[in-house]
């Protein structure tokens, strides 16, 4: 089993920069694929960002691609979500996942851990 717990959220300006970290339990956090994800108001759950559990392969959305960097700790079972020149339209509660197998970019499933999400606001 993995705990996880996404921090690193809040109210920032549009054009503002957050760093969102997600802290994971368990010795086997360095074979995780690991992903953020966002579900806005009113919208479903979407894919953010992917990285590989060795930090070399990592995976964007369009709509982040350029803006947001996905990285990652293993000695500190941490990964972290870097967001630059937010915009209104990224306001959501972000989730961090992990996934045990390899899984195609971009999708939503097979993702075996979850944390509880961290409320990210854009105000324009």
């Given amino acids: 089993q993995v705990r996880m ?3 690193g959220g809040g109210l920032v300006q549009a054009g503002g920069s ?8 368990g010795r086997t956090f360095s074979s995780y ?7 806005g108001p009113g919208k479903e759950r979407e894919f953010v960002a992917a990285i590989s559990w060795s930090g070399l392969s990592t995976y964007y959305a369009d709509s982040v ?7 990652r700790e293993n000695a500190k079972n941490t990964v972290y979500l870097h ?14 996942a992990a996934a045990e197998a ?3 970019p971009g999708t939503t499933l097979g993702y075996n851990y979850w944390g509880q999400g ?3 606001t854009v105000s324009s």
């Fill in 83 to 96: 967001m630059n020149s937010l915009k209104p339209e990224d306001t959501a509660v972000y989730y961090c």
């Fill in 65 to 71: 691609k350029g803006r947001f960097t996905i990285s």
């Fill in 33 to 39: 694929a690991m992903g953020w994800f966002r579900q």
């Fill in 5 to 7: 717990v996404e921090s």
């Fill in 102 to 104: 390899a899984l195609p």
């Fill in 18 to 25: 957050l760093r969102l970290s997600c802290a994971a339990s």
């Fill in 118 to 120: 961290t409320q990210v």
